[in-house]
């Protein structure tokens, strides 16, 4: 009897961690964009660009430092965006604040890809 106690108590703590588990998952949303800069683009410029990223109404977090990158040839740098929630980052498209980013961000992209995640 003390086994099936101990086990159902293990079973019961295992479920009550995953349950805590996904309700602790962000409902954040990262916005990935790898870019390959126009030749000539300085170190000051690209830093003006992921400034402006930063200035996005619902933008809490914007890192653009890679430690390790496996990306195509030329493409050196990557830009990402936390987005407060999937629904902040649909009306950012194609509003005045992703227009304000864009002047600046891109008269100095040669090419870019993105990519959207969340859990």
Do not use: C
Request: hydrophobic letters at 45%; zero cysteines; proline letters at 5%.
């Amino acid at each position: 009897m003390k086994k099936l106690l101990l086990v159902v108590s293990a079973l019961f703590l295992l479920g009550i961690g995953q349950i805590a588990s996904a309700a602790e998952r962000p409902k954040t949303v990262l916005h990935v964009i790898t870019v390959k800069f126009k030749d000539g683009v300085t170190d000051a410029q690209i830093n003006k660009a992921v400034d402006a990223a930063a200035q996005i109404p619902g933008v809490l977090r914007v890192w653009a430092r890679p430690i390790k990158m496996q990306l195509p040839e030329g493409y050196k740098h990557i830009i990402v965006m936390e987005f407060k929630d999937e629904a902040t980052l649909k009306a950012y498209a194609d509003s005045p604040a992703q227009k304000k980013f864009y002047d600046v961000y891109l008269p100095l992209r040669d090419e870019s890809r993105t990519s959207d995640i969340t859990n």
